[in-house]
């Protein structure tokens, strides 16, 4: 799945949530190093396929949808705190199933 930006940037998106009316995406622009939130009514969704292993979550506040390594390696806290660890090793799992091009940082 992947979203534009109002600047015109393209984000793969690797997990969506739903606070009551209100959904967000978990993207991983280039360069940024971890996961980022991305309001769904500021952002315009441009491939709404999802082609990953997914896991669904819920609990009384909110409900998603996660790529798999996210949640069975628990990388997902630690790639919204920007660790470099987590980053690499997600990078190296996504390239591998093919979700991100070689030349992703």
Known sequence: ???LESDGSIVD??????FGDETYFY???KNYGGLQAYKADEVT??????DFKTV?????????VHHWALIEESLLDDLLE??????KRFLDI???EGQLDDNFY
């Open 27 to 29: 993207g991983m622009p």
């Open 94 to 96: 996504l390239k591998s």
């Open 45 to 50: 969704v441009i491939d709404n396929k999802i």
């Open 56 to 64: 669904f979550f819920s609990n009384d506040d909110a409900k998603s």
């Open 13 to 18: 998106i690797f997990a969506i949530y739903w």
């Open 82 to 87: 920007l660790d470099e660890t987590a980053y």
């Open 1 to 3: 799945m992947r979203i």
